[in-house]
């Protein structure tokens, strides 16, 4: 129960829990002006106007509680049981029954109890059963024992008195909307957000984070239509992978795949390149304002990087291929040109970059 209502309510901050606070604080100043309002009308006897006060001081307390002792569900639990089976009908029979403003406050306590307790569980219900009984059982009474109600002085005091509830009720319907409108806004926006996480989640791989094979493609084509100069393509494939897996097992492979990407995500963020995973053991680089020397300068230093930090197993080698983006051409025309670069490097030995705009041999 207590998991239901907190996914419900939410935490302290929630704007669900916020309207909670606000009513409970709400109530009891309702409670205590309403106290001192029928007493200084000689609307009811002082002996209500104590009970009134008694119960705003005991709302304040379950607002306490709510707020700075995390104990908000059982309070709004007993303060619906306080509403529905003590203030109310003894509001009733003090106020006036049927005359009086009973039952717009009953509406309000109702409003306010479909908002705050769980929609599953038997203590809604219980809840739900006492609005819809509890004012048909006092209507019924006051209809058999008339004689039971307090009866107001007059006319006039009559319409004071429902005036002013009526303010109040307002008031107390103007927290509970805002609350509620709170509440649509706050889950739109995590909705809105949550779908944002989806999204961007399957654009990144699995493993180790970057962009994956489809994400990476749609982004270099979005550069290569975007007539950005200078834009240059790597593929580096990690050498004899499969020995890799066949020798040390596949966690260790896995180990390797995270830890050369974390090494070429450092070396790009330098260069302000993309990076992605474009296959099992293949990592792809969109640099911008490339040109062969800067193509170079970003393989030797990935290639220090994992000299400096090897893994238990040794040194984690690997071959590129490079190519700068084609004045005329598509994405597969670019991507063909890097992958024919990547294969001449494996074909020259490994552990080396080419780059297919003179196949020029960078050795390791």
């Known amino acids: 129960m207590t998991r239901v209502w907190r996914v419900v309510v939410g935490g302290a901050n929630s704007p669900l829990q916020r309207m909670h606070l606000a009513f409970l604080f709400v109530a009891a100043w309702v409670g205590a002006f309403s106290g001192m309002f029928n007493v200084i009308l000689s609307l009811s006897p002082p002996l209500y106007g104590l009970l009134l006060e008694g119960f705003a001081l005991t709302v304040l307390w ?98 004071a008195d429902l005036i002013f509830s009526y303010y109040l009720n307002v008031a107390i319907l103007m927290v509970m909307v805002s609350g509620h409108i709170r509440r649509v806004e706050s889950e739109r926006r995590l909705s809105r957000d949550y779908a944002a996480r989806l999204r961007e989640q399957a654009r990144r791989d699995s493993l180790t984070g970057l962009l994956n094979h489809a994400a990476f493609h749609e982004t270099a084509e979005a550069e290569l239509a975007g007539d950005k100069p200078d834009l240059a393509l790597l593929i580096y494939d990690l050498d004899h992978f499969k020995q890799v897996n066949d020798n040390y097992g596949h966690p260790y492979g896995d180990q390797a795949l995270l830890h050369f990407a974390a090494l070429l995500g450092e070396i790009a963020r330098q260069y302000d390149a993309i990076v992605g995973r474009c296959g099992g053991e293949e990592f792809c680089v969109l640099m911008p304002r490339a040109s062969q020397a800067l193509l170079e300068a970003f393989d030797r230093q990935l290639r220090e990087r994992c000299r400096l930090q090897p893994l238990a197993h040794g040194e984690i080698h690997f071959s590129g291929g490079g190519a700068l983006a084609p004045e005329k051409g598509s994405v597969t025309l670019w991507f063909e040109l890097a992958d024919r670069a990547l294969y001449s490097a494996k074909r020259a030995g490994r552990r080396r970059l080419v780059v297919s705009d003179d196949l020029l041999i960078l050795s390791r």
Request: glycine share 6%; aromatic share 18%; hydrophobic share 60%.
């Open 62 to 159: 379950m607002w306490y509680r709510s707020r700075w002792r995390a104990d908000a569900e059982r309070m709004a639990w007993w303060f619906c049981l306080l509403i529905i089976f003590v203030m109310m009908p003894v509001n009733w029979l003090f106020n006036q029954g049927m005359s009086g403003p009973t039952l717009m406050f009953f509406l309000m306590a109702a409003a306010y109890s479909l908002g705050v307790i769980p929609a599953h569980g038997w203590r809604r219900w219980l809840v739900l059963a006492g609005f819809l009984i509890m004012p048909a059982l006092m209507i019924l009474l006051e209809s058999y024992h008339p004689s039971w109600i307090a009866a107001y002085p007059s006319a006039t005091q009559q319409a």
